[in-house]
């Protein structure tokens, strides 16, 4: 996710080795069936079928699923919206979601329904036996719920409706316990793995739809419209609704499409959609889907990112939003394809993210900005906050802090956006910019459609450049980096 504050770079070096952990690729695939309708008064009624595959290396009795739109719900005690932007979010009034499981079956027997976790944000759901490793059982959830009135990953404005977020879907198991994580309004607290995705969705008949995947048909009757979805290894699925207008071009053998419906020059925003695919593909390895959709929507930051899908927000125009389009198509390959847990390791999608977005002005022409404007800005940015934070009694530059570990949206944006592609950046003065790409291109080859950690990127880097490269990433990430502009 884009923020309002933008990133940085440069710096000093050290280096050690490490083992790049090259994740294990699975032969059979979670499959998420999902047939939902959205009424008119924005109500959604919604059945999903998940054919669970336990990828685990231990049998499981219970499998736990993630309740997102619960945290719009009056009373929750994570709101996904910060406090200080509470009006900003919701400019006609707080409006809240209402969420109801109505029936929950495992291979069609019927089960309780049980709703738990810190903020009614899980459903617990007992499989009435043990799911040894590689079987699978079929777990159906039918509920419905209220969208918020909210410029968020879930809800609707008088311009667009975001389903984002919006299913259950199963929690990951790690170290002998589900990840069950709160919707926290810091960062985006998401962490799931790769599936298989079939969607019917069937919405009042004058809206548009953008989503992950592959649109294979649309069907019109009195007064809605039916499309159906496919979408293939995918980290998670989501859709906007709208009145749009939609324009496609190439880059390769990939269809890329924006939807919009306020934009004075839709062909530039297209353009730079376009020319991010081509860059990064050439950078860290080709894109692996058909098609890669640019959506503008109501929203509260700048940008989201879901797999095969970027919002973008109404409220950016001109070279912002370009830039906007340029970080959102970069996650397509860090947190879209190469997946990491995003409330404990969040520097690993966004700080890649955003450097990548630095990367991108020196090979695309045309633009406003430059690499080294942006590093310069960024440097000189990171370096007065941290002069403020010094001011002020505060000093925490830490980066291996978990998202609701951070104080608020600005001390997050600058260590995980800003200090992050700053280290990134001094990674790649130590190693050489031969090398830091070729690093780049082993991890994403590398974690292709799994899940990476820390070590894996170092690990890369460490063989593509034949360094000894923890002890600098430890510095930055531990808060000892001591900067000083050599630009």
């Given at each position: 996710?884009?923020?309002?504050?933008?990133?940085?770079?440069?710096v000093?070096?050290?280096?050690?080795?490490?083992?790049?952990?090259?994740?294990?690729?699975?032969?059979?695939?979670?499959?998420?069936?999902?047939?939902?309708?959205?009424?008119?008064?924005?109500?959604?009624?919604?059945?999903?079928?998940?054919?669970?595959?336990?990828n685990?290396?231990?049998?499981?009795?219970?499998?736990?699923?993630?309740l997102?739109?619960?945290?719009?719900?009056?009373?929750?005690?994570?709101?996904?919206?910060?406090?200080?932007?509470?009006?900003?979010?919701?400019?006609?009034?707080?409006?809240?979601?209402?969420?109801?499981?109505?029936?929950?079956?495992?291979?069609?027997?019927?089960?309780?329904?049980?709703?738990?976790?810190?903020d009614?944000?899980?459903?617990?759901?007992?499989?009435?036996?043990?799911?040894d490793?590689?079987?699978?059982?079929?777990?159906?959830?039918?509920?419905?719920?209220?969208?918020?009135?909210?410029?968020?990953?879930?809800?609707?404005?008088?311009?667009?409706?975001?389903?984002?977020?919006?299913?259950?879907?199963?929690?990951?198991?790690?170290?002998?316990?589900?990840?069950?994580d709160?919707?926290?309004?810091?960062?985006?607290?998401?962490?799931?793995?790769?599936?298989?995705?079939s969607?019917?969705?069937?919405?009042?008949?004058?809206?548009?739809?953008?989503?992950?995947?592959?649109?294979?048909?649309?069907?019109?009757s009195?007064?809605?419209?039916?499309?159906?979805?496919?979408?293939?290894?995918?980290?998670?699925?989501?859709?906007?609704?709208?009145?749009y207008?939609?324009?496609s071009?190439?880059?390769?053998?990939?269809?890329?499409?924006?939807?919009?419906?306020?934009?004075?020059?839709?062909?530039?925003?297209?353009?730079?959609?376009?020319?991010?695919?081509?860059?990064?593909?050439?950078?860290?390895?080709?894109?692996?889907?058909?098609?890669?959709?640019?959506?503008q929507?109501?929203?509260?930051?700048?940008?989201?990112?879901?797999?095969?899908?970027?919002?973008?927000?109404?409220?950016?125009?001109?070279?912002?939003?370009?830039?906007?389009?340029?970080?959102?198509?970069?996650?397509?390959?860090?947190?879209?394809?190469?997946g990491?847990?995003?409330?404990?390791?969040?520097?690993?999608?966004?700080?890649?993210?955003?450097?990548?977005?630095?990367?991108?002005?020196?090979?695309?022409?045309?633009?406003?900005?430059?690499?080294?404007?942006?590093?310069?800005?960024?440097?000189?940015?990171?370096?007065?906050?941290?002069?403020?934070?010094?001011?002020?009694?505060?000093?925490?530059?830490?980066?291996?802090?978990?998202?609701?570990?951070?104080?608020?949206?600005?001390?997050?944006?600058?260590?995980?956006?800003?200090?992050?592609?700053?280290?990134?950046?001094?990674?790649?003065?130590?190693?050489?910019?031969?090398?830091?790409?070729?690093?780049?291109?082993?991890?994403?080859?590398?974690?292709?459609?799994?899940?990476?950690?820390?070590?894996?990127?170092?690990?890369?880097?460490?063989?593509?450049?034949?360094?000894?490269?923890?002890?600098?990433?430890?510095?930055?990430?531990?808060?000892?980096?001591?900067?000083?502009?050599?630009?």
């Amino acid at each position: 996710m884009r923020k309002k504050l933008i990133a940085v770079f440069a710096v000093a070096a050290l280096a050690l080795p490490l083992c790049a952990c090259s994740t294990e690729k699975k032969t059979e695939l979670t499959k998420y069936t999902i047939d939902a309708t959205l009424s008119a008064d924005n109500i959604l009624t919604a059945s999903v079928t998940c054919d669970y595959v336990n990828n685990n290396d231990v049998p499981l009795k219970e499998l736990w699923f993630h309740l997102y739109p619960n945290a719009y719900r009056e009373g929750a005690n994570y709101c996904p919206v910060p406090d200080s932007r509470i009006t900003e979010a919701f400019p006609n009034g707080r409006s809240y979601s209402v969420m109801k499981i109505d029936s929950v079956t495992v291979n069609g027997k019927a089960k309780d329904i049980t709703v738990s976790g810190d903020d009614e944000n899980i459903l617990v759901v007992a499989l009435g036996g043990t799911l040894d490793p590689t079987e699978k059982t079929r777990i159906s959830i039918n509920y419905s719920v209220k969208l918020p009135e909210v410029k968020h990953r879930f809800g609707y404005t008088d311009k667009s409706v975001n389903l984002a977020n919006f299913y259950p879907i199963a929690c990951m198991y790690r170290d002998g316990a589900f990840v069950a994580d709160p919707y926290y309004s810091v960062g985006d607290p998401f962490f799931s793995e790769c599936a298989n995705y079939s969607v019917k969705l069937t919405v009042p008949q004058n809206y548009e739809c953008a989503a992950t995947g592959e649109i294979t048909g649309k069907t019109q009757s009195e007064n809605a419209v039916t499309y159906k979805i496919n979408a293939h290894s995918v980290r998670d699925f989501a859709a906007v609704l709208g009145e749009y207008q939609k324009m496609s071009g190439r880059s390769g053998s990939t269809i890329v499409n924006y939807y919009y419906y306020s934009d004075s020059d839709p062909e530039k925003a297209l353009n730079a959609a376009i020319d991010a695919v081509r860059i990064f593909g050439e950078k860290f390895g080709a894109y692996p889907y058909k098609e890669y959709t640019v959506v503008q929507t109501g929203f509260l930051q700048g940008g989201m990112e879901y797999p095969a899908l970027s919002m973008i927000s109404d409220a950016y125009s001109g070279d912002s939003k370009l830039d906007i389009i340029v970080h959102e198509t970069a996650h397509q390959w860090w947190y879209g394809v190469v997946g990491n847990d995003e409330v404990k390791y969040s520097w690993l999608d966004e700080a890649m993210a955003e450097y990548s977005t630095m990367m991108f002005y020196e090979y695309a022409d045309g633009y406003k900005y430059t690499f080294d404007a942006k590093r310069a800005d960024a440097l000189g940015a990171y370096m007065l906050y941290c002069e403020t934070y010094k001011n002020n009694g505060l000093g925490d530059t830490t980066m291996t802090r978990a998202l609701n570990e951070y104080s608020g949206e600005t001390e997050y944006t600058y260590m995980i956006y800003v200090k992050g592609a700053l280290m990134l950046d001094d990674v790649r003065n130590t190693v050489g910019t031969q090398k830091f790409l070729a690093g780049l291109k082993k991890y994403y080859s590398s974690n292709k459609f799994g899940i990476a950690e820390p070590q894996d990127l170092m690990g890369a880097m460490e063989k593509s450049s034949k360094r000894q490269l923890k002890p600098l990433f430890d510095a930055w990430l531990n808060g000892n980096v001591q900067l000083y502009s050599t630009h």
